[in-house]
């Protein structure tokens, strides 16, 4: 019974699942925001803020791919898609951006109201 206290053990005693010890972090970064890119790096810069730089100097808009491979090209960022799209809903919820379904993609612009939030 790896990964539970057993009745009269102390903690320490315990021997935890690697496996399971592992998820339960990963998704502790996931719920605080911080994801890693490599296994013992931080990103310097965090997915949000990248996307919304690149959002900034393309106001009119951007595609989902073209915007995966923005952030690809230009901050070297290595993420998944759940993440992608967790990180638009987050801001999206913020009311920083719209995000509008075109076809099997997702077209990614600053919300209107950006300015007023941002000052």
């Given at each position: 019974m790896s990964?539970?206290?057993?009745?009269?053990?102390?903690?320490?005693?315990?021997?935890?699942?690697?496996?399971?010890?592992?998820?339960?972090?990963?998704?502790?970064?996931?719920?605080?925001?911080?994801?890693?890119?490599?296994?013992?790096?931080?990103?310097?810069?965090?997915?949000?803020?990248?996307?919304?730089?690149?959002?900034?100097?393309?106001?009119?808009?951007?595609?989902?791919?073209?915007?995966?491979?923005?952030?690809?090209?230009?901050?070297?960022?290595?993420?998944?898609?759940?993440?992608?799209?967790?990180?638009?809903?987050?801001?999206?919820?913020?009311?920083?951006?719209?995000?509008?379904?075109?076809?099997?993609?997702?077209?990614?612009?600053?919300?209107?109201?950006?300015?007023?939030?941002?000052?």
């Amino acid at each position: 019974m790896s990964g539970v206290i057993e009745q009269g053990k102390r903690f320490q005693d315990t021997v935890l699942n690697p496996v399971y010890t592992r998820r339960v972090v990963e998704v502790f970064w996931v719920m605080c925001g911080m994801t890693k890119y490599n296994p013992g790096y931080w990103r310097i810069t965090p997915l949000f803020r990248a996307i919304l730089e690149v959002l900034v100097s393309k106001p009119e808009g951007i595609t989902e791919s073209d915007l995966d491979e923005a952030l690809k090209k230009k901050y070297g960022l290595v993420f998944a898609k759940s993440e992608l799209y967790h990180t638009l809903m987050r801001l999206e919820l913020t009311g920083l951006i719209q995000v509008e379904p075109v076809g099997k993609e997702f077209f990614v612009k600053l919300s209107p109201r950006f300015n007023e939030y941002i000052k």
